[in-house]
């Protein structure tokens, strides 16, 4: 029976050879991946989508200041959409009516300036593209032949379409994304019923279960959910603040988790 027991609490984020084992496909039954500045750099897409649809909106404010990079992280990152959109209109104190599933990007609502963010992420989408980190594909490459399960596990309703202009869709068992969670009714993350989904999904308890994040929310939900193990993947959050907020491990590139790297 492969070995499921959480990893040594005590071993630190610098030691490469722990990094592999921790991840190793015979130690967890599932490994849970956020899609967006995990798996695909796309998370910079969803930070200027929203810096457009925000400072848009702002503009038409009297003395509100533009959107910044700080706003992204703290109001919205790793978030449902809609969420976010609640989140930073109430750090501005900013009141607006929820509005309706069907309004379109111009309703000064919750839900058209959801809408607004997500038209303008499809079109730098297709006019851009999307590779994946390449250390990330390397560490999806060896956990391929295990028989340890791959999860997407992302609040983006545009999941499966990044995947696909990836090339990675065939490399994830199952994929819990914002489409899922509003019809399971899951709340999103710093809760973490998207994990917990995704693990039940895979049939692994979520102590035999890692979780790999981006966001301090993410981290969050992977630690309020027990999970087996929390990498934390700092494209911007900060090592501290991942830390801080769950991670066990943090490292710059997934690639510091496969054999190669630590030999």
Not at 87 to 111: C, N, Q, W, Y
Not at 135 to 151: F, K, M, Q, R, Y
């Amino acid at each position: 029976t492969p070995d499921r027991h959480r990893a040594n609490e005590n071993t630190t984020a610098e030691t490469p050879m722990w990094h592999a084992r921790v991840v190793d496909g015979s130690r967890y039954a599932a490994v849970l991946f956020d899609l967006d500045g995990v798996i695909t750099p796309t998370a910079d897409v969803h930070r200027r989508a929203w810096a457009e649809m925000f400072d848009g909106f702002l503009e038409t404010l009297n003395g509100q200041a533009r959107f910044t990079d700080d706003d992204y992280l703290r109001y919205v990152d790793g978030k449902p959409r809609l969420d976010g959109v609640r989140s930073f209109l109430k750090s501005r104190g900013i009141d607006l009516p929820e509005g309706d599933p069907s309004d379109p990007p111009s309703a000064r609502t919750v839900h058209g300036l959801g809408t607004a963010k997500n038209d303008r992420f499809n079109t730098i989408l297709a006019r851009d593209g999307v590779e994946p980190y390449p250390g990330s594909v390397a560490l999806l490459d060896e956990l391929a032949p295990t028989a340890c399960s791959l999860a997407i596990v992302s609040s983006s309703r545009n999941a499966r379409g990044v995947l696909s202009a990836a090339g990675l869709m065939d490399r994830f068992e199952v994929v819990v994304d914002g489409n899922v969670g509003a019809d399971a009714h899951l709340a999103g993350k710093p809760a973490p019923d998207f994990f917990l989904h995704a693990a039940s999904l895979v049939g692994a308890e979520p102590r035999q279960s890692v979780v790999v994040e981006d966001a301090v929310s993410g981290v969050q939900a992977g630690a309020s959910g027990g999970f087996g193990l929390v990498v934390g993947v700092d494209r911007g959050a900060g090592a501290t603040a991942l830390a801080t907020g769950g991670a066990d491990v943090v490292v710059n590139d997934l690639v510091e988790l496969t054999r190669e790297a630590a030999s």
